[in-house]
Nanobody, 128 residues
């Protein structure tokens, strides 16, 4: 069974940084588009960023543009989300998800329904 596991969450003060990891177990993410989603308490899950395997493009929602960076490490097939200048409103459970190449419509890659595999999530708390 294909699994992906997130790590790297934790507590950080506003303005701080965290790097989240999305690691595959038993397969390679090299052939998958990977998205990061987050869910704040009392709110719906929202797409934050994705990196497409079909065209190599990385996209971000406006709220994190310029502060978050999504990258792939081809050596260990891990996808990272570097989060800088964190704000209190970035608090939430961050989850990575994957969909195979060609398996999603590009304009829908911020939609949760586009993804086939999901991790369990990692908590990010930004507070002073």
């Amino acid at each position: 069974q294909l699994q992906i596991v997130e790590s790297g969450g934790g507590w950080v003060q506003p303005g701080g940084s965290l790097r989240l990891s999305c690691t595959p177990i038993g397969f390679s993410l090299d052939d998958y588009t990977v998205g990061w989603f987050r869910q704040a308490p009392g709110k719906e899950r929202e797409g934050v960023s994705y990196i497409s395997v079909d065209d190599g493009i990385a996209k971000y929602i406006g709220l994190v543009q310029g502060r978050f960076t999504i990258t792939r490490d081809p050596v260990d097939s891990t996808v990272y989300l570097q989060m800088n200048n964190l704000k209190r409103e970035d608090t939430g459970v961050y989850t990575c998800a994957a969909v195979a190449a060609g398996g999603a419509v590009p304009i829908l890659l911020f939609d949760v329904h586009s993804y086939h595999f999901w991790g369990q999530g990692t908590q990010v708390t930004v507070s002073s």
